[in-house]
């Protein structure tokens, strides 16, 4: 059974950072392609970022270049989002996701607010 376990949202000031995780289970983890998504209340979900399987590239939504670092270890089944410089619009729930061939898995996700 596959399993995608997020954490470490929760409740930060402007300008702040987060560290997301997501442990993965029960899969192949090298072969996946690894993204986060986000998903503010009344949007549509969009990708943040993702990273190769190899962990070798990484590409970024544009609201997020610079700011954001994705990153991954196949040793640990783990992939983190590393979230600098917080805006009240990043407020949402983040996903983690594994993508390979016809095989795509979601987390439950983890809320992420920005306010003062």
């Known amino acids: 059974q596959v399993q995608l376990v997020e954490s470490g949202g929760g409740l930060v000031q402007p300008g702040g950072s987060l560290r997301l995780s997501c442990a993965a289970s029960?899969?192949?983890?090298?072969?996946?392609?690894m993204s986060w998504y986000r998903q503010a209340p009344g949007k549509e979900r969009e990708l943040v970022a993702v990273i190769a399987s190899g962990g070798g590239r990484s590409n970024y939504g544009n609201s997020v270049k610079g700011r954001f670092t994705i990153s991954r270890d196949n040793a640990k089944k783990m992939v983190y989002l590393q979230m600098n410089t917080l805006k009240s619009e990043d407020t949402a729930v983040y996903y983690c996701n594994a993508n390979w061939a016809s095989y795509a898995y979601w987390g439950q996700g983890t809320q992420v607010t920005v306010s003062s």
């Open positions: 029960g899969l192949r983890f090298s072969n996946y392609a």
